[in-house]
């Protein structure tokens, strides 16, 4: 999900995430997890069981850092083959 442009370069500008950022970070890790709980639900009434890794913002290199590898992600639903 995209942030506005001028969110991103008041953010890039400094050498610390600003006040501004993470509030947008907080509200939009709050909006994705709602979504993911409501599709999970609807999967579940059907049976179907969902797994969801979860994604961390690494500072350090200013971008998003998934806790599952590809390798991970492919082993839950058993599409590792051996």
């Known amino acids: 999900m995209p942030f506005e442009e001028k969110l991103v370069k008041l953010n890039s500008k ?4 600003v ?3 993470i509030k947008a970070k907080g509200e939009t890790d709050g909006l994705i997890t709602e979504i993911v709980d409501e599709l999970k ?10 797994a969801v890794p979860e994604i961390i913002f690494d500072y350090g290199n200013k971008g ?3 806790a599952w590898s590809h ?12």
């Open 14 to 17: 400094s050498q610390e995430p």
């Open 19 to 21: 006040k501004e950022w």
């Open 41 to 50: 639900a609807e999967l579940a009434k059907n049976d179907i069981g969902a």
């Open 64 to 66: 998003f850092d998934v």
């Open 71 to 82: 390798k991970s992600a492919a082993y839950v639903p058993g599409w590792v083959l051996s």
